[in-house]
């Protein structure tokens, strides 16, 4: 999320269509709220060792960790980051959940192409990018 944020904030920036956004950008307090908001959604990731600590914790034992590499679809990831595009680019016309009114209709509709814009700028051509997945088993 953090790239697509970081391009879609060069384009409201730089292109004229999206200036109505840029009150936001120049508002340093506004813009960490978003921020706030967008770690609650998409929890940033931490070492592995916090998530096994944690299984420990909760009174698991680690049984064995492995990582692989799947990939994604681009489509779907756009599909998935446009269902939840207040917690990708909430700025985008405000959030109920931080300045107390939802976006209007045609800021959400900013929202999704800035979201399949950031995505095309990411993996220009690429149907899917790779992506790395830890598993871990555990008993009780």
């Not at 944690?54 to 489509?75: C, K, M, N, P, R």
Request: aromatic letters at 12%.
């Amino acid at each position: 999320m953090a790239k697509v944020n970081e391009i879609a904030e060069e384009v409201v920036r730089t292109e004229p269509a999206f200036g109505q956004y840029r009150d936001a950008l120049d508002d340093p307090a506004r813009m960490d709220q978003h921020r706030r908001l967008r770690d609650k959604i998409f929890v940033p990731v931490r070492p592995l060792d916090f998530y096994l600590d944690s299984f420990e914790d909760a009174g698991f034992t680690v049984l064995h960790t492995y990582e692989a590499t799947i990939h994604a679809g681009v489509g779907e990831w756009q599909q998935f980051l446009g269902t939840y595009h207040d917690g990708v680019l909430s700025w985008v016309g405000g959030s109920l959940k931080v300045e107390g009114q939802p976006p209007s209709a045609d800021a959400v509709k900013d929202r999704l192409f800035l979201i399949r814009y950031g995505l095309e700028r990411l993996f220009p051509g690429q149907a899917a990018f790779p992506c790395s997945w830890t598993y871990v088993t555990c008993r009780r």
